[in-house]
């Protein structure tokens, strides 16, 4: 069967990334995060000092950004792909509060951008993947087959990601996370560069009331409809 471009979209922490992996590994395809992308390069700036009083050292950043290497290896215990920031699996560092709050205005950065859309038109030149984020459907892969655009509300975002992070065993205030939720949907939304948006023929998902089982049946039923009809 033809091998295509899945490109799904949405605010954070709304369950895009547990149904594009659950696709991607059901369909046989190649998952990227882009997402742990950006979240890669925030860590590697708070490691290195590039995050100052005044902010983001804007000009060191550009100037290292040559020097940072982001891969991804499938993790035999999970199933899933793992998170490599120069050699070193980072996967669980990424995750950690500190670098949600500081990532959206790594993210808005145009030439952190730029490099990562290179990086990520690359992964998906042989097509036969399933690529998360804000832009995929916009920006990294317009001509993408199926393009999904995934909402929930805030509050349920909010307390998802809190229920996530105490499952972990890591310190979480569910007040202190809504607002980092709303902070990033309006910094996503509002950034000069590709800000976040649904592509005009992306599908639309509100998943605040589905279970991860019933969205993931959704995303299944989308695939196989454009596949079957297209064969
Ligand atoms: O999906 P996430 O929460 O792991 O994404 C982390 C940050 O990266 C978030 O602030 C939005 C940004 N991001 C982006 O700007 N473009 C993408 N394609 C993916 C994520």
Wanted: charged share 25%; aromatic share 6%.
């Amino acid at each position: 069967m033809k091998k295509i471009t899945i490109a799904i979209d949405g605010f954070s922490s709304c369950g895009k990334s547990t149904m594009a992996k659950d696709l991607a590994k059901e369909i046989g395809y190649i998952y990227i995060d882009s997402g742990a992308m950006y979240r890669a390069v925030t860590l590697y700036s708070l490691q290195q000092g590039i995050f100052g009083a005044d902010g983001i050292d804007e000009v060191r950043l550009q100037q290292e950004m040559e020097q940072i290497h982001i891969s991804f290896q499938l993790n035999a215990t999970t199933g899933r792909p793992d998170t490599y920031l120069n050699g070193v699996n980072v996967e669980q560092q990424i995750r950690t509060m500190e670098v949600s709050s500081h990532v959206s205005p790594i993210a808005a950065l145009p030439f952190v951008r730029e490099a990562m859309v290179k990086q990520q038109q690359e992964m998906g030149k042989a097509k036969g993947i399933v690529m998360d984020g804000r832009d995929i459907g916009t920006t990294v892969f317009p001509d993408a087959e199926l393009k999904i655009f995934v909402t929930a509300s805030p509050e349920i975002r909010a307390q998802r990601r809190y229920d996530e992070l105490k499952a972990k065993g890591e310190q979480a205030n569910l007040q202190e996370i809504l607002e980092n939720v709303k902070q990033r949907d309006y910094i996503d939304q509002h950034r000069e560069t590709s800000p976040l948006r649904k592509a005009d023929d992306a599908l639309l998902l509100d998943n605040s009331q589905l279970t991860i089982a019933e969205q993931k049946e959704w995303l299944y039923q989308q695939f196989n409809r454009l596949t079957q009809s297209d064969c």
